[in-house]
């Protein structure tokens, strides 16, 4: 595990919208596109360093 700095929660008002869409429609989700994105680079970035540090021990 590792801690990230950026979070992403579904809330309920959110939830409602993407149960009364189409099942494989990411429409309701887009608000969170940004929030997502974010995220993703700091798992990246976590990922990255941790490579590092157990090729550098190895």
Known sequence: MAPVRHAVHILPDLM???RSTEPSSPDPFAPLDQRLGTMVSD???VEAALCA????TG
Not at 53 to 56: C, F, L, N, T
């Open 16 to 18: 409602i919208a993407a």
């Open 43 to 45: 798992l990246l970035f």
């Open 53 to 56: 540090a157990r090729a550098s």
